[in-house]
Structures are given as structure tokens and as C-alpha cells.
């Protein structure tokens, strides 16, 4: 029997593992670094907003200097030290807090599956994620892993989207995309044609939520447990 998809693609923060494991560990440096984590949120947000054409383009150059310009302007600060910090403390500070979290239980076996059933298995973040699956024991499970960074459009945008089915050979419509935010993964998934599944809380899964659709977007599937998505994508 065909496999209901050709490729299954996730999202990495908050979908492999839970968010609020990395968050306890990361509260001494949104603590101490409170004012640069907000102004990296308000720079994304203007990228993003800009992507989708709700606001006038931020000027030409790479990703990386556009959003170190943007954060140099919130932070009044020089744009090349504001870069050299976020890659210091965040993006390659961040990195070993991961060796301490433990993915959700049945991920690598859903991964071991869908790679014995033959179905290409991709995976995209917001951050650079290579060394986060190094540290998860993630790593080397994948057909593709991109950093939506490298296309120079955040999710929800559908670019990283279509560059990672392109990069799996496959047609978006014959993917799901895997993810745990409505805004960014389900919304963006759902634009370019593919399938979408939401990784909940339990505790948002109870049926008040569930009868509402508060939380679910307009995702095909949503699941609490690694079982569950195992048997919906290979059952």
C-alpha cells in the first residue's frame, strides 16, 4: 500500500522536545539578557511582517545583517556588535543547554520508521539547528535539515517551506509538516499545499478545547504523543 506521504518534514523548538525544558534552563539569561531577546523578537517580527509585504522592504543585504540593523536600531546600538553578540550568546550560546533535554518520547522511533518505510524525512527551523540535533542524538536522521535563516524568510513565509520540499524532491502536497505553533508552522505549512500536524499540550487537548478548535488552527491532525503521529502517518 502507497505511504500517505512522501515526506515528513518538522519543525525542531517546542516539536521534538517540550519548550518549557529549555526555557527553566534558559531563565538566568532572559534574565540577564532580557533587553537583546527582545529586541531579536521585535526585529523578526518586522522581517516577517515585511515578508508578507505588510510593510515596506528593510533594506537590501543578507538575513543576518538585516536583522542585526534592525536590532542595532531597537537597541541603539552598533549593528556589527549586536551581531556578534546574538551569534555569541545566542545562537552558539544556546547550543549546549541542549545536551541536558531529552527529546519527546518516540521521536527517534517514529524517525527510524518513516526512514524504514522509505519516506523522506526533512526537518525546518527558525535557528540554525545542526548542532541542537548533535546535542538532542538526533542528528544523522534526516534526508534534509535547513534553517530558514539561509533562505532569508522566516516561517511562516512560504519560501523555506517550498526550498525544503524542493530539497527533498518532493511535491508539497505530498508532505506533511510537523509543528507545535499555529502562527508559524500550521499557517505556513498549509500555504504552500501541505498537510499539517500540531503537537499539543494534554492539558490543551481536553474536549472544551478540542469542541472550540481554540488552538488548532486549521491543522489535518492534532496529536499529544509521538504514537499517535507515528500510527496516523503509517497506519
Not at 83 to 94: A, C, M, S, T
Not at 155 to 168: R, S, T
Request: hydrophobic share 40%; charged share 25%.
Amino acid at each position: 500500500m502507497k505511504p500517505r506521504f512522501d515526506g515528513v518534514a518538522f519543525d525542531l523548538d517546542g516539536t521534538l522536545y517540550p519548550n518549557y525544558r529549555f526555557y527553566m534552563r534558559l531563565i538566568p539569561f532572559i534574565l540577564k539578557e532580557h533587553r537583546l531577546l527582545r529586541a531579536l523578537g521585535k526585529a523578526r517580527d518586522i522581517l516577517r511582517a515585511a515578508a508578507s509585504g505588510q510593510t515596506p522592504p528593510v533594506g537590501e543585504g543578507s538575513f543576518y545583517i538585516l536583522q542585526a540593523r534592525l536590532m542595532g536600531e531597537i537597541l541603539h546600538r552598533d549593528p556589527k556588535t549586536v551581531q556578534e553578540r546574538v551569534e555569541r550568546l545566542i545562537y552558539r550560546g544556546w547550543e549546549p543547554l541542549f545536551k541536558q533535554i531529552t527529546p519527546y518520547p518516540y521521536v527517534k522511533e517514529t524517525l527510524l520508521a518513516l526512514q524504514e518505510k522509505d519516506i523522506k524525512r526533512g526537518l525546518l527551523s527558525d535557528f540554525p539547528p545542526a548542532v541542537k540535533l548533535e546535542n538532542l542524538k538526533l542528528a544523522g536522521l534526516w534526508d534534509r535539515v535547513l534553517c530558514s535563516e539561509q533562505v532569508g524568510r522566516l516561517k511562516p513565509d512560504p519560501a523555506p517551506f517550498l526550498e525544503l520540499a524542493k530539497q527533498l524532491d518532493c511535491r508539497a502536497e505530498r508532505m506533511l509538516y510537523v509543528g507545535n505553533s499555529v502562527s508559524y508552522d500550521i499557517i505556513g505549512a498549509k500555504k504552500v499545499g501541505m498537510k499539517a500536524a500540531l503537537i499539543v499540550s494534554p492539558l490543551l487537548y481536553r474536549a472544551p478545547f478540542r469542541k472550540q478548535g481554540l488552538h488548532y488552527g486549521n491543522a489535518d491532525f492534532v496529536y499529544t504523543h509521538y504514537r499517535q503521529l507515528y500510527d496516523y502517518v503509517l497506519s
